[in-house]
């Protein structure tokens, strides 16, 4: 495995724009390993929002499958073209939901974090991960690594969950029960990220704070788009990677009628980060 090193300058602007640990830890984000709590058993469907009993997922789910994006004046849903307010457009047997919670998240599957430095480690990787439901919550399904300085993918591999699944979310993840065939095992997939990296690698992404929970990686170098473009509602609710896309680069990416492509998402955070140093 040969590195191309980072530049000097790069590192600096780079350093600059991480996020400090108090930060990250105020949006949820896994800056280091969280001190386990139980996990609720009475949770919130992730589709319908309908309370539920994760032992007892069984029972009608009317949702809309899309996302609300403004189209002028008006909110409209991805998924029908729809206006907000419209009768839910979808129906399941199964109510869903994300183990969002870092603490809680502890208490099914263990935390790790980085250690070690290998003999070569990236400086900064950009990342994203594909997920689906489970009987777990929200695990990954696919884990994709790009590095900043070449901006190749350096790991794009298939994850096996450990709960049972309940929905492969392919309209947006693309994944399938036929790509977990040869899938890895999240330990398997996360020692390959981890044998990459030092304490010190800059991870960049949008969102991270759910792909860090999903991961179970505690991580304190993070630089997180969807953090220095808040929403101008506030939290919980973020500006998509999709619209800064468009706002900031100029390019459309996630096209409706397509699932996401991980590679294309890694990117997209990169050039958006590369973008505010001035490298693109």
């Known amino acids: 495995m040969i590195i191309t090193p980072i530049n000097p300058s790069d590192r600096q602007a780079l350093a600059k724009l991480q996020h400090s640990v108090d930060f990250l830890l105020r949006y949820q984000v896994p800056a280091r390993i969280p001190q386990s709590v139980p996990a609720k ?12 009993a994760v032992t007892q997922p069984q029972g009608e789910c009317k949702h809309h499958s899309g996302k609300l994006e403004r189209q002028g ?14 009768a839910p457009c979808a129906r399941s047997t199964r109510h869903v939901y994300s183990q969002d919670n870092a603490a809680e998240a502890c208490s099914i599957i ?8 290998p003999k070569q480690a990236y400086d900064a990787l950009a990342l994203d991960c594909e997920m689906g439901y489970t009987s777990l919550g929200s695990e990954v399904l696919r884990l994709t ?11 794009d591999v298939y994850v096996k969950p450990k709960g049972q699944v ?6 947006y993840s693309g994944v399938t029960s036929e790509h977990m065939v040869n899938a890895l095992s999240l330990e398997d997939a996360r020692a390959k990220l981890i044998n990459m990296m030092s ?36 939290l ?10 468009m706002e900031l680069l100029g390019r459309h990416i996630q096209a409706d009628d397509q699932f996401h492509n991980p590679v294309e998402d890694a990117l997209t955070a990169l050039h958006i980060v590369k973008q505010r140093i001035n490298r693109v």
């Open 73 to 86: 004046n008006d909110l409209i849903y991805t998924c029908c073209k729809r206006s907000n307010g419209a």
């Open 145 to 155: 690594v790009v590095d900043f300085v070449t901006e190749k993918t350096v790991l």
């Open 41 to 52: 058993k009475i949770v919130n469907c992730r589709h319908c929002k309908e309370e539920f």
């Open 166 to 171: 309940w929905d492969y979310a392919t309209r």
């Open 236 to 245: 919980p609710k973020r500006r998509s990677l999709k619209v800064l896309a």
């Open 110 to 117: 263990p935390f790790v974090t980085v250690t070690k430095t």
């Open 199 to 234: 304490p010190q690698t800059i991870l960049i992404g949008h969102g991270l704070d759910h792909d860090l929970v999903c991961l179970r990686l505690a991580h304190a170098a993070v630089i997180d788009t969807s953090l220095f473009f808040p929403h101008q509602d506030g």
